[in-house]
């Protein structure tokens, strides 16, 4: 949320919602809002925009340190938002910029850890040395599950308020 009151500003509240889903519930309504208000202002600019994005997988997910890393370029470029003097077209374009690469974050570095919910865990094998040979278990690669998205609407707001 963002409030202002003066003459000549700009206002503007930006929400990034990541929502990772286990499963399929039966219960479900995220809600992420932005909110910017400009009251008792002369010539002002207001936007709030909210982007959410649903990952749903069959198991429990994390998030890879290289997408943690990405998503804190992401915070810090929209930081870097406040004090820019850009005008609100051009910080629409780097919010929607923004948005995007989380979006991406989020469909390509949320990897599952776990077995699928209601599977049990590979059974662990031991090998007996023979006399004179010793045999190790064959390694074993796992894919990862699929992820499945749910779409969701972003609606940017932009208000400009005349004298």
Do not use: W
Request: aromatic share 2%.
């Amino acid at each position: 949320m963002a409030v202002a009151s003066c003459d000549d500003c700009q206002t503007v509240a930006i929400a990034l919602e990541g929502v990772l889903v286990i499963g399929e519930p039966e219960n479900f309504s995220p809600t992420n809002i932005a909110l910017a208000i400009n009251t008792g202002c002369t010539n002002c600019e207001t936007l709030a925009a909210a982007y959410q994005k649903v990952v749903q997988n069959d198991t429990r997910v994390r998030i890879t340190g290289s997408g943690r890393r990405q998503i804190a370029g992401i915070r810090t470029d929209l930081l870097a938002l406040r004090r820019s003097d850009l005008d609100m077209e051009t910080i629409i374009q780097r919010v929607d910029d923004a948005a995007a690469r989380f979006t991406a974050v989020l469909e390509t570095e949320v990897v599952p850890i776990g077995p699928a919910r209601g599977e049990q865990p590979a059974p662990s094998t031991t090998v007996a040395p023979a006399s004179t040979t010793t045999t190790a278990p064959e390694p074993t690669t796992l894919a990862p599950e699929p992820t499945t998205t749910v779409p969701t609407t972003t609606v940017p707001t932009t208000t400009t308020a005349a004298p």
